[in-house]
């Protein structure tokens, strides 16, 4: 089955620490995104990806990076730089030449700061 | 829609009653809609789409609205069941170029029995 999967789903970061999110779909999409959610929230974009090699910011980038080596593959950092990273994060894809069904998330992982 | 960083509003129903979940868009290039469904600690999943060539299109339970002259999208949820409980948001994608869907906030809906 086609999907995209995020992982871990619970994650647990001490202060000044680095860490990574991983996103891996094998819908052979073009696009992908990372969200946050914060409790009670709506979702926020932190960065976006239209092809391999390439990525944009989004409205709240600061203290996160990421990268886009696969196609199939966006792996989000949350750096020490991010001040409040407690929240859930979300990962998301679509196709460029057909946008049916919009953007398919995965399941999240919920990243709490110890 | 934008998203805000406000809390979600909440729309509190009988279990059996009619849902109807309001949602305003600001670009009116927008040429494609979405609602999605989030249930608590999962990721958004589809509901029914809509572009903007159709004023109403039906799923199975749901209809969704479109009303362009006012920038208004609506979900109506007939005999609404608990397994709706859950957060619904919907998204636009302004026309030309890149497919970026905007979310809008969210409303959580509430089904009491």
């Known amino acids: 089955d086609g999907g995209i999967t995020q992982s871990p789903k619970y994650l647990f970061r001490k202060e000044g620490q680095n860490v990574t999110l991983s996103c891996e779909q094998n819908l052979n999409h073009d696009a992908m995104y990372w969200y946050r959610q914060d409790p009670g929230q709506g979702l926020r974009l932190i960065y976006y990806?239209?092809?391999?090699?390439?990525?944009q910011k989004g409205d709240i980038a600061e203290g996160y990076s990421v990268s886009r080596e696969k196609k199939e593959s966006f792996p989000l950092t949350v750096t020490s730089a991010q001040k409040n990273p407690t929240a859930f994060y979300l990962c998301?894809?679509?196709?460029?030449?057909?946008?049916?069904?919009?953007?398919?998330f995965g399941s999240g992982t919920r990243l709490t700061v110890v | 829609g934008e998203s805000v960083g406000l809390h979600l509003p909440t729309l509190s129903v009988q279990e059996g009653d009619n849902s109807i979940i309001n949602c305003a868009y600001s670009n009116s290039a927008s040429d494609y809609f979405i609602w999605y469904k989030q249930e608590s600690g999962k990721g958004p999943q589809f509901i029914i789409d809509i572009r903007s060539n159709m004023d109403k299109r039906q799923g199975q339970r749901v209809t969704v609205l479109l009303n362009k002259t006012v920038k208004h999208l609506s979900l109506q949820i007939a005999a609404t069941q608990p397994g709706d409980s859950a957060v619904y948001f919907c998204a636009d994608r302004p026309s030309g170029g890149y497919n970026k869907l905007i979310f809008g906030a969210g409303t959580r809906l509430a089904v009491h029995p």
């Open positions: 998301a894809s679509s196709s460029h030449r057909s946008l049916e069904y919009g953007y398919t």
């Open positions: 990806s239209q092809i391999v090699n390439d990525f």
